[in-house]
C-alpha cells in the first residue's frame, strides 16, 4: 500500500545571508500548515520521513537540520537514532527544564548532539543549568519589543551561544537583529516553509512486529538477514537508514548483512519501534505479486551465484540483494534511477540494477529471461528452470511462514 508522505523545511540563513540550516516541520498534508496534538507524535513522523523515507542528504542537502523535541522525546532513547553530527535538537518552549531534562541535555550534548532552545523571549534564571549545554537559543521576534530583544542578546551572549532571530517578516525587523548582533536568521522575510513529498511504500506490519520479535530475543545475524529477504520495501526501507545514518561516510552497502552490521542491533531496533509507532496504513498483503517476484528474483539471484562461483558467499549475497531491489521501480512507481541514487550501493550492486552490467548483471539478464521464457542464452545454465523451481518453492515456504 502506497501513501503520501510530507515533510516540511524552513531556511536558517547566517549574518552573509548564506543558507546555514533547515528546520524540519511537521507536515500532513501539501497546505503549509499543520495542527500538531501530539508533540513526540510529530517530531517521530518528521524523524521517519527525513531520515528513513525521503533520505536525509535529499532533504537537509548536507546542512544541519534543526528538528522540534519535547519532553517525551528528549528524554527516550529514540532520539539516539539521530546522527548527533547533522541534527540540531530544538528543545520546545512547553518543556519544563526539570532535573531530569538538563541531566539528559548534559548527556546527549557530551554525545556531540547540539541543543538549541526554541521560542525563548527573554532570559529567565530556570535557563542557567541548561545553558552550558546549549549551542543555539532562538529568540522570537514577533512577541518581543526592541528592547526586549536587546535585553535578551545582552543576557545570552556570555553564555557563548549561538542567538537565532525567529519569526522575521521584514526588512526593518532583519536590519534590526543584525545590528544587535545575531547569529542566525529564520522567518517569511527569508523564506516560507517548503513542503517535499514523496509516494512511499512503507514495510508492511507482519515484517517489522516479526523483525521486532527477533531483535528482542537476540537472535542471530543470519536470522535478522532472513527477515528481509520478504520484504524488498523493508530491505529499500534498511538502506535508506544506513545512508541517512552514515551522513555520507564513505561506506558502499553490497548485501543486507552488510547494511545491517552497519547500523547495529540497538539503532534497529530503535527504528523499528518507531516505524510501527508511525503507522499510517496497514502495510501491504502478504501475497502481493511483486513482492513475490521480487524475493524469488532475490533467491534465483543467490541460486545462480553459488553455482556459477561456488565458495563465493559475498557475490551470492549481493545477487539477493540485487534481484530484491530489481523491482524498486514498479513497486515504488518511480525511476529506478531516483531511487538508488540516494543509497550507498557498492558500484558491482548499482550497476548490475541500473546498466545490467558486470557478473551481476549478467546473472540478472539469465533470471529475466528465465521469467519472460524467452529462449535462453547460450550460456544459460541447462539446470537453470531447476533453480527458478527450487527458487520458487523456497519464496511460498518463505512467505507461507511469515503470513502465520
Known sequence: MSSTLHIGRQPIVNRDGELFAYELLFRDSQHNRATVLDDFAATSHVIRNAFGEFGLGHVLENRSGFINVSADLLLSDTIELLPAATVVLEILETVELSEAVVARCAELA??????ALDDVLEFDARHQPLLPHIHVVKIDVLACTPAQLAHAVAAFRPFGVMLLAEKIDSMEQYAQCRELGFDLFQGYFFARPTILTSKQSSPPNWALLQLLGLLNRDASLAELVQAFKPSPQMSFTLLKLVNSVACGAPCHIDSIEHAIAILGRRQLMRWVQLLLFTRQEQGLPKQDPLVNLAVCRGRLMELLAQQRHPGNRSLAEQGFMVGLLSLLDALYQQPRDTLLN???????????LLDGSGTLGLLLAEVLALESSEPSPPDLASDAAGLLLEAMQWT???LLEVGG
Open 110 to 115: 557530551a554525545k556531540g548532539f547540539r541543543l
Open 342 to 352: 540516494p543509497l550507498q550501493l557498492q558500484d558491482d550492486v548499482r550497476t548490475a
Open 396 to 398: 511460498d515456504r518463505l
